[in-house]
């Protein structure tokens, strides 16, 4: 995620949401699908009240967050109502599912709840502050058998659909190495001198700027390559604007295929500019400014001088995959909570190889 996508969403969710609850955007048919919106928190909350509120068939029934005002000042705006307490929702048959946008402490509570109640539920990533807390919520999970995701929303980008195909076609030969980054100016900026100041609170967020951006382009390694073996890293703070909260870091990944990998992370960065990169025996690609330069020696045409452009067609975004399975549909490409808890997990085991100053064996789910 950059900078741009995140201040489209702090600047312009609220009043795509506003301007959706005109009269001309209501809507009027029978709903299919009923959800309420437990916490309100985090960075994303406008996005995706907004996606629900658009999507068609679907009722916010409610929002609730431990901090009342702040559901309040947003019900209106999308036709909901603001329980007294959290209760109300887990015993309402009528709520299918929830989405979880409270800070990451609460995670756990509200997971478990939600499992308890027979609940779908979106839970925005990262799903728990440590792995202990993760595995809790997969057994809850599990054992109610509801429908989960989170919000790995670059799963649904073209070129890393494309990539992960031609990886599996085996079109890069032997991989030696990839790389990934995710970086913006947050910290520069004071992103979070304000709004969701606790995301600069690793006791509460669970991590800070490393786990926070980091945690998307994890996902999509290990997504693409599979499980991770072992770690090491260095994560620290930068400019101390939030304390000791770390601001930047790298990390080295063996994956338990033998392949190394990079991951770079942090809010102190004015450019980004190189997003992935894949070697191999047969093939390189590189996404570069928001285009793909790709090579192989199994596809013609793919010179890696100039932008591939042939890409599959991505699926909706995270939280419409969610909506969409409440409403019946049986092929979204959800993320399961294993894979939610397995990001967490190396995530972790990153810290603390990061910490020790030493190579660390990633736990299993």
């Given at each position: 995620?950059?900078?741009?996508?995140?201040?489209?969403?702090?600047?312009?969710?609220?009043?795509?949401?506003?301007?959706?609850a005109l009269p001309a955007g209501a809507a009027l048919e029978a709903f299919g699908v009923t959800v309420a919106f437990v916490g309100l928190d985090h960075i994303h909350t406008p996005q995706y009240l907004n996606a629900a509120y658009r999507h068609p068939g679907v009722r916010i029934k409610y929002l609730w967050d431990e901090d009342p005002s702040r559901a309040k000042a947003q019900a209106g705006q999308v036709g909901a109502t603001?329980?007294?307490?959290?209760?109300?929702?887990?015993?309402?048959?009528?709520?299918?599912?929830?989405?979880?946008?409270?800070?990451?402490?609460?995670?756990?509570?509200?997971?478990?709840?939600?499992?308890?109640?027979?609940?779908?539920?979106?839970?925005?990533?990262?799903?728990?502050?440590?792995?202990?807390?993760?595995?809790?919520?997969?057994?809850?999970?599990?054992?109610?058998?509801?429908?989960?995701?989170?919000?790995?929303?670059?799963?649904?980008?073209?070129?890393?659909?494309?990539?992960?195909?031609?990886?599996?076609?085996?079109?890069?030969?032997?991989?030696?190495?990839?790389?990934?980054?995710?970086?913006?100016?947050?910290?520069?900026?004071?992103?979070?001198?304000?709004?969701?100041?606790?995301?600069?609170?690793?006791?509460?967020?669970?991590?800070?700027?490393?786990?926070?951006?980091?945690?998307?382009?994890?996902?999509?390694?290990?997504?693409?390559?599979?499980?991770?073996?072992?770690?090491?890293?260095?994560?620290?703070?930068?400019?101390?604007?939030?304390?000791?909260?770390?601001?930047?870091?790298?990390?080295?990944?063996?994956?338990?295929?033998?392949?190394?990998?990079?991951?770079?992370?942090?809010?102190?960065?004015?450019?980004?500019?190189?997003?992935?990169?894949?070697?191999?025996?047969?093939?390189?690609?590189?996404?570069?400014?928001?285009?793909?330069?790709?090579?192989?020696?199994?596809?013609?045409?793919?010179?890696?001088?100039?932008?591939?452009?042939?890409?599959?067609?991505?699926?909706?975004?995270?939280?419409?995959?969610?909506?969409?399975?409440?409403?019946?549909?049986?092929?979204?490409?959800?993320?399961?909570?294993?894979?939610?808890?397995?990001?967490?997990?190396?995530?972790?085991?990153?810290?603390?190889?990061?910490?020790?100053?030493?190579?660390?064996?990633?736990?299993?789910?």
């Amino acid at each position: 995620m950059n900078l741009s996508r995140r201040e489209f969403i702090k600047s312009a969710g609220t009043a795509a949401i506003a301007a959706s609850a005109l009269p001309a955007g209501a809507a009027l048919e029978a709903f299919g699908v009923t959800v309420a919106f437990v916490g309100l928190d985090h960075i994303h909350t406008p996005q995706y009240l907004n996606a629900a509120y658009r999507h068609p068939g679907v009722r916010i029934k409610y929002l609730w967050d431990e901090d009342p005002s702040r559901a309040k000042a947003q019900a209106g705006q999308v036709g909901a109502t603001v329980p007294e307490q959290i209760e109300t929702i887990w015993s309402d048959p009528e709520v299918q599912g929830v989405v979880i946008l409270s800070e990451t402490d609460r995670h756990k509570a509200l997971v478990l709840a939600a499992a308890r109640a027979g609940k779908g539920m979106f839970v925005e990533k990262p799903l728990g502050i440590n792995p202990e807390e993760c595995a809790d919520m997969v057994v809850a999970v599990e054992k109610a058998g509801v429908t989960f995701t989170t919000g790995y929303f670059m799963r649904t980008d073209p070129m890393h659909l494309f990539l992960k195909d031609e990886v599996a076609k085996g079109h890069f030969g032997t991989i030696s190495r990839v790389w990934a980054s995710n970086c913006h100016n947050g910290s520069l900026t004071g992103f979070f001198d304000h709004d969701w100041q606790w995301m600069a609170d690793p006791k509460r967020a669970g991590v800070g700027a490393f786990g926070d951006l980091g945690t998307h382009k994890l996902d999509i390694l290990m997504w693409i390559f599979g499980d991770v073996e072992k770690v090491t890293g260095l994560i620290e703070p930068v400019t101390h604007r939030y304390g000791d909260c770390d601001e930047s870091g790298e990390a080295l990944l063996q994956f338990k295929s033998g392949l190394a990998g990079s991951l770079a992370a942090g809010w102190v960065d004015i450019e980004d500019p190189v997003k992935l990169l894949i070697s191999g025996t047969e093939g390189h690609a590189v996404i570069f400014r928001g285009q793909l330069f790709y090579r192989s020696l199994h596809l013609p045409g793919s010179s890696g001088q100039k932008p591939w452009q042939d890409f599959p067609k991505g699926p909706d975004e995270p939280i419409d995959q969610f909506l969409n399975t409440l409403a019946g549909s049986k092929d979204q490409p959800l993320v399961s909570i294993q894979d939610a808890a397995s990001r967490v997990n190396v995530m972790s085991t990153i810290y603390a190889a990061a910490a020790s100053g030493q190579w660390l064996k990633v736990p299993p789910v």
